[in-house]
């Protein structure tokens, strides 16, 4: 009996363990990536380098709620669609970009509706922004798997 629950608290220390680290993967590759392809974005567009650093600084609390869930979303909708290592790189990508466009576009439309933007503005800012993260989706992919086998959790 006592070997059992020894197991038990060995086996849920491990899985502490697993969660903490692909929590801190997940929530660094969202907030790194952000930081680095949507300020590199804004640069280009025309912002000051001071009004990218605000913007990505402002954006950060979003990542750090976000990372892990996001995460998870991914997991399950690779799992729902058998994808694996062997998946050949369209079926990785096109889970990825789903994944990345499905979850992205509702917090970018809530976010924007938060900031008071007139319903006309979101609806155009949605077109740029679902190229945008169709074009992100399938990179972001191939981060969030570098940085978690970086820490010792990949599947």
Same mark, same amino acid.
């Given at each position: ?14 899985? #502490?363990?697993?969660?903490? +680290? $692909?929590?801190?993967?997940? *929530?660094? !590759?969202? =907030?790194?990536?952000?930081?680095? &392809? ?41 799992? #729902?669609?058998?994808?694996? +290592? $062997?998946?050949?790189?369209? *079926?990785? !990508?096109? =889970?990825?970009?789903?994944?990345? &466009? ?46 978690? +086998? $970086? ?5």
């Amino acid at each position: 009996m006592s070997k059992n629950l020894e197991e038990r608290i060995n086996l849920s220390k491990k899985d #502490k363990k697993f969660f903490t +680290k $692909k929590f801190c993967a997940d *929530t660094l !590759a969202m =907030v790194s990536f952000s930081f680095i &392809v949507e300020g590199t974005r804004e640069l280009i567009v025309g912002m000051t380098p001071e009004q990218t650093l605000y913007s990505r600084l402002a954006g950060i609390p979003i990542d750090l709620v976000i990372g892990r869930p996001y995460g998870k979303y991914l997991d399950w909708l690779r799992a #729902k669609f058998k994808v694996d +290592k $062997k998946s050949s790189f369209i *079926t990785k !990508a096109a =889970v990825d970009i789903g994944a990345f &466009v499905s979850a992205m576009m509702p917090i970018y439309i809530g976010v924007l509706y938060l900031l008071g933007v007139e319903p006309e503005t979101i609806a155009a800012s949605c077109t740029s922004a679902a190229l945008l993260q169709s074009i992100y989706g399938r990179p972001y992919g191939v981060y969030v798997d570098f940085l978690r +086998k $970086k820490v010792g959790v990949n599947e």
